[in-house]
């Protein structure tokens, strides 16, 4: 029997259109503690420095800004040397490379910066996309990365549709779902936005949150980003991971992921990578920090420490 998520197209749709800070990327908040290495400049992502200590990388999700990692980032810089990931395209920041791809780029410019900035074996922590990102960057760069952890990120997202999915399977509907994205006016847009911010977080102002930042990133960077994210499958490479990896997940039995479906889903797709910690979180949608930012920073402080 075919197992699909409920709401797994709109979810689907939504994952990829959510986080992002209508502020300049690179300005820091006033009054933050910011220290940068080397300059490092790039047309894919931009990142911002700070705190003091072992390296921790934060890489938000698809349409997503840096600032969905604000808290996080100034509870840790008092004990870690903290690096905010802005991807291109997203939040106002610059997109230069029309329909063309976008994750396996990003990934590249990640491993860059590890090597240009001389950090040594970084922790790293991807929302969604940013998970995805993080797990494509601990298999093909394993000596660049110390520990990962994903939030609610699988590795093949399409696998929501069902365990038969395949990267072929699912091809049509990220094109769909891309004409979707750069078609629809801005009317509906945001309509669209308001609708699947409420299946992504609990939270009002998340929610408020999360339809400014899509509305604010480029369209072609989040349609390039959608049939990436789509029709990426990190899965065959699991079995050969060296790093050890914690995955966060989303249940919600009020009207979220229900948390028996939510659990058989990340078991069952994370099986063949060796020794995964594989934790739920409960009464949370997609954006688990916002949901439970006391049980998330509990998680993050383990998997920094172990």
């Given at each position: 029997?075919?197992?699909?998520?409920?709401?797994?197209?709109?979810?689907?749709?939504?994952?990829?259109?959510?986080?992002?800070?209508?502020?300049?990327?690179?300005?820091?908040?006033?009054?933050?503690?910011?220290?940068?290495?080397?300059?490092?400049?790039?047309d894919r992502?931009?990142?911002?420095?700070?705190?003091?200590?072992?390296?921790v990388?934060?890489?938000?999700?698809?349409?997503?800004?840096?600032?969905?990692?604000?808290?996080?980032?100034?509870?840790?810089?008092?004990?870690?040397?903290?690096?905010?990931?802005?991807?291109?395209?997203?939040a106002?920041?610059p997109?230069?490379?029309?329909?063309?791809?976008?994750?396996?780029?990003?990934?590249?410019?990640?491993?860059?910066?590890?090597?240009?900035?001389?950090?040594?074996?970084?922790?790293?922590?991807?929302?969604?996309?940013?998970?995805?990102?993080?797990?494509?960057?601990?298999?093909?760069?394993?000596?660049?990365?110390?520990?990962?952890?994903?939030?609610?990120?699988?590795?093949?997202?399409?696998?929501?549709?069902?365990?038969?999915?395949?990267?072929?399977?699912?091809?049509?509907?990220?094109?769909?779902?891309?004409?979707?994205?750069?078609?629809?006016?801005?009317?509906?847009?945001?309509?669209?936005?308001?609708?699947?911010?409420?299946?992504?977080?609990?939270?009002?102002?998340?929610?408020?949150?999360?339809?400014?930042?899509?509305?604010?990133?480029?369209?072609?960077?989040?349609?390039?980003?959608?049939?990436?994210?789509?029709?990426?499958?990190?899965?065959?490479?699991?079995?050969?991971?060296?790093?050890?990896?914690?995955?966060?997940?989303?249940?919600?039995?009020?009207?979220?992921?229900?948390?028996?479906?939510?659990?058989?889903?990340?078991?069952?797709?994370?099986?063949?990578?060796?020794?995964?910690?594989?934790?739920?979180?409960d009464?949370?949608?997609?954006?688990?920090?916002?949901?439970?930012?006391?049980?998330?920073?509990?998680?993050?402080?383990?998997?920094?420490?172990?």
């Amino acid at each position: 029997m075919k197992f699909v998520l409920p709401g797994a197209r709109p979810v689907l749709c939504a994952l990829f259109l959510a986080c992002a800070a209508v502020a300049p990327v690179d300005a820091a908040p006033a009054g933050a503690e910011t220290m940068t290495a080397a300059p490092f400049v790039s047309d894919r992502l931009s990142v911002e420095v700070v705190g003091a200590g072992p390296d921790v990388i934060l890489i938000p999700g698809l349409g997503s800004s840096r600032e969905v990692w604000r808290a996080t980032a100034d509870r840790l810089k008092a004990t870690h040397r903290v690096h905010l990931v802005q991807l291109a395209g997203f939040a106002g920041e610059p997109w230069t490379h029309g329909d063309g791809a976008f994750v396996q780029p990003a990934v590249d410019e990640l491993a860059r910066y590890i090597r240009d900035q001389g950090l040594s074996r970084p922790a790293v922590i991807g929302h969604s996309l940013g998970g995805l990102s993080g797990l494509l960057l601990a298999q093909q760069h394993p000596d660049l990365v110390g520990r990962l952890m994903t939030v609610d990120s699988l590795p093949f997202y399409s696998a929501m549709y069902g365990p038969s999915a395949t990267a072929d399977s699912a091809r049509p509907f990220a094109d769909q779902a891309a004409a979707m994205i750069i078609g629809a006016d801005d009317d509906s847009f945001r309509t669209l936005q308001t609708q699947t911010a409420q299946s992504l977080s609990k939270t009002p102002s998340e929610q408020d949150r999360i339809v400014d930042w899509s509305m604010a990133s480029d369209r072609h960077a989040l349609a390039s980003a959608m049939k990436d994210v789509m029709t990426t499958d990190a899965r065959p490479g699991l079995a050969a991971m060296t790093t050890p990896v914690t995955a966060l997940y989303a249940a919600d039995a009020d009207g979220g992921p229900p948390p028996a479906l939510a659990e058989a889903v990340w078991s069952r797709e994370y099986s063949a990578l060796p020794g995964v910690r594989l934790t739920r979180v409960d009464a949370s949608r997609h954006f688990i920090m916002a949901a439970q930012p006391q049980r998330f920073a509990e998680l993050v402080d383990r998997f920094l420490t172990e």
